[in-house]
């Protein structure tokens, strides 16, 4: 699996970062939830939902919409 979304539990922003994956037709992604995880929360905290390529590194932020997931997915070593 190429890309992880990594979210909280009961994060309105993180629900929404899920449908626009579905939209954008991404393909199968990893959830991964911070909570109770330090190193995570340090990194992640106030930047949930973050997507990253997991061959690449580069992560997408939110907000994000369709487009963008687009060329993320398409493009994930360029920028």
């Known amino acids: 699996m190429a890309l ?3 979210q ?3 994060c309105h922003l ?3 970062a899920i ?3 579905a939209a954008a037709r ?3 992604f990893r959830n991964v ?3 109770g995880d330090a190193a995570l929360e340090e990194r992640y905290g106030l930047r949930v939902p973050v997507l990253r390529h997991v ?3 580069r992560e997408l932020g939110w907000p994000f919409d369709v487009a963008a997931v687009g060329a993320f997915v398409a493009h994930p ?3």
């Open 4 to 6: 992880i979304l990594y």
């Open 26 to 28: 991404a393909g199968d």
């Open 33 to 35: 939830f911070i909570d």
């Open 77 to 79: 070593g360029s920028g």
């Open 55 to 57: 061959e690449t590194g």
């Open 19 to 21: 449908e626009v994956l």
């Open 14 to 16: 993180c629900d929404l």
């Open 8 to 10: 909280r539990d009961d």
